[in-house]
């Protein structure tokens, strides 16, 4: 389980830092939407509201974020 925290910490990193290209930031966002935990979840939201990523990028947390909840997971 911590492993799995470990990944999500590193993905949620990679997704809100605006030195890397949006390329990298879109797949870390996907992949994060692909977990489709409760904390992944959080995550994604917590991606959403981030001001400072693109407009694409943060409605592409919210789709995913959607999905997660619902599936039920």
């Given at each position: 389980m911590t492993e799995l925290?470990?990944?999500l910490k590193k993905l949620t990193a990679i997704a809100s830092d605006l030195e890397l290209p949006s390329t990298l930031r879109i797949?870390?966002?996907e992949l994060l939407g692909n977990v489709g935990t409760h904390e992944a979840l959080c995550a994604l939201l917590e991606l959403a509201a981030n001001e400072g990523l693109i407009a694409e990028e943060r409605d592409l947390a919210l789709k995913y974020a959607r999905e997660v909840i619902m599936s039920g997971r």
């Open positions: 925290s470990d990944e797949k870390a966002i």
